[in-house]
């Protein structure tokens, strides 16, 4: 099982919209602490589950994809990203077009708040049926 803040950026990725990109920075304000992106990067490359949360999502700050030990090789993630219609320029996501907006963060957050008060609840439901 996972920390409780790495549940926190797994369940913020799997609100990035398809076809939007969010960065590590992003992601981890929305878990808290925006200084965190570094912890951010390495929980997302521990990801359990990658068919439910959508790491491939979430890039740097200038838009470029993960090393090439992410995702099975150098190209995958990008090849991921266009496969939901984001668009490349010069080996980056057209940020312009593709980040989430300041609308969209809202969206998330607001989304986050609630799935995490279910995620603590369903945890709390738990420890009790076991005592």
Same mark, same amino acid.
């Given at each position: 099982?996972?920390?409780?803040?790495?549940?926190?950026?797994?369940?913020?990725?799997?609100?990035?919209?398809?076809?939007?990109?969010?960065?590590?920075?992003?992601?981890a304000a929305l878990a808290g602490n925006r200084n965190l992106r570094r912890y951010?990067?390495?929980?997302?490359? &521990?990801?359990?589950?990658? %068919?439910?949360?959508?790491?491939?999502?979430? @890039?740097?700050?200038?838009? +470029? *994809?993960?090393?090439?030990?992410?995702?099975?090789?150098?190209?995958?993630?990008?090849? &991921?990203?266009?496969?939901? %219609?984001?668009?490349?320029?010069?080996?980056? @996501?057209?940020?312009?077009? +593709? *980040?989430?907006?300041?609308?969209?963060?809202?969206?998330?957050?607001?989304?986050?708040?609630?799935?995490?008060?279910?995620?603590?609840?369903?945890?709390?439901?738990?420890?009790?049926?076991k005592d």
């Amino acid at each position: 099982m996972c920390s409780p803040l790495a549940e926190r950026i797994y369940a913020a990725v799997r609100c990035i919209p398809r076809g939007k990109v969010a960065t590590y920075s992003q992601i981890a304000a929305l878990a808290g602490n925006r200084n965190l992106r570094r912890y951010v990067g390495n929980t997302l490359h &521990k990801n359990p589950d990658n %068919g439910f949360t959508p790491c491939h999502r979430v @890039v740097n700050a200038k838009g +470029f *994809c993960s090393g090439s030990f992410a995702f099975g090789g150098p190209l995958v993630q990008q090849q &991921k990203l266009e496969a939901e %219609g984001v668009r490349f320029m010069q080996g980056h @996501v057209d940020m312009e077009r +593709f *980040c989430i907006t300041e609308d969209d963060f809202e969206v998330m957050r607001l989304d986050l708040d609630d799935a995490w008060t279910l995620y603590c609840r369903l945890l709390i439901i738990g420890k009790r049926q076991k005592d």
